[in-house]
């Protein structure tokens, strides 16, 4: 099963490639944000965005965002497989298996820069 899942936008990754870490229930992953980089709709760190295939579809507010993941938690299995394969995805050049602070995850593979927050 496909879901766009909201996931907030915790900081950007590389401003060239338009990538983002975006934390979906507790999962942090990159996703590239270029149909939202520009024009009313553009994201910053903070903001809530539905993801699909690795991609940041639509800003939505943390209402919305909040109701479609209890939504989505009551889903129960099919909900946490899309979590599973979220975790098991990578946008970028590489794959980052990490989960919020705290888990013990390395912040990304050594010797790489997580790089520079977008500027605009």
Known sequence: MCLAIPGQVVEFVDGERQLAKVDVSGVRRNVNVTLLGNGPDAVDVGDWVLIHVGFAMSKID??????TLTFLERLGEAYEQELDEL?????????????????????????????????R
């Open 87 to 119: 975790r098991g995805s990578a946008v970028g050049q590489w794959s980052f298996s990490e989960r919020s602070p705290g888990n013990g995850a390395a912040p990304g593979p050594p010797g790489k820069d997580a790089g520079s927050p977008r500027t």
């Open 62 to 67: 943390e209402r919305q965002a909040r109701e």
